[in-house]
């Protein structure tokens, strides 16, 4: 079967650093992506990794390594406006997107 | 970048009644478009994707006679929410697949709907 791990849960702290890990076992691989999602609304795409490596933007970064099916999305300076659940999904080799459960991010001043 | 709309934003309909949601890509035209439920606290629900022209294909566990989606045209996606119960009552919300060669999704809004 197919499947997206993810922590359910992660604290930090304002102005810090926080890494939310992903892996997948899925039928084929066609790209990553990770989604933002605030309470109440729905998700906004924050990035795209189909090739291996760290793809920068801004305060965020997303890794890849497909060899160990394996992402993370690094939040840096966080802000209390980046309380939210974090949302890592793969497109598959049928072009899907396969949802991992996500994660809330929880910022303490 | 793609933008996706969706209508009523929200909608309180009684028990036993019918509501329709739309769906509309506004800049881009979505052959394929999908219908997500979220429950307060949990993750999003793949319901079923739409293709432009042909039924739909719904997910295990989905009535799809309880839940109707005509996507008429490639900018148009509806979802129809038969015989609606207070467990119907959830956030709904639709994407858009952006054209090839991307597979990103494009959400709308989302639509909240009480079933009271």
């Known amino acids: 079967g197919q499947n997206i791990d993810q922590p359910t849960e992660m604290t930090a702290t304002e102005g810090a650093i926080v890494q939310i890990n992903c892996t997948y076992q899925?039928?084929?691989?066609?790209?990553l992506f990770w989604y933002q999602q605030h309470a109440g609304e729905a998700p906004t795409f924050l990035s795209y990794?189909?090739l291996d490596g760290l793809e920068e933007k801004g305060r965020f970064s997303s890794f890849l390594s497909r060899s160990k099916g394996y992402s993370y999305l690094l939040l840096m300076e966080l802000q209390m406006k980046d309380s939210a659940s974090y949302l890592c999904?793969?497109?598959?080799?049928?072009?899907?997107?396969?949802w991992g459960a996500g994660t809330k991010l929880i910022i303490k001043p | 970048g793609a933008v996706v709309s969706q209508h009523p934003s929200w909608v309180i309909c009684k028990s036993g009644t019918s509501v329709k949601i739309e769906c509309r890509s506004l800049?881009?035209?979505?052959?394929?478009m999908f219908w997500y439920r979220q429950f307060p606290k949990q993750s999003l629900m793949l319901m079923a994707t739409?293709?432009?022209?042909?039924?739909?294909?719904?997910e295990q566990g989905v009535e799809k006679d309880k839940f109707l989606i005509n996507h008429a045209s490639l900018t148009l996606s509806t979802l129809t929410v038969t015989s609606a119960h207070p467990e119907d009552s959830s956030f709904y919300i639709c994407?858009?697949?952006?054209?090839?060669?991307?597979?990103?999704?494009?959400f709308g809004p989302g639509t909240r709907l009480t079933v009271t």
């Open positions: 994407s858009a697949r952006a054209p090839e060669p991307d597979y990103e999704q494009y």
């Open positions: 800049d881009f035209q979505a052959t394929t």
């Open positions: 739409s293709n432009e022209g042909s039924k739909a294909t719904y």
């Open positions: 899925t039928s084929g691989f066609n790209g």
């Open positions: 990794n189909v």
């Open positions: 999904a793969v497109v598959d080799s049928n072009y899907q997107l396969i």
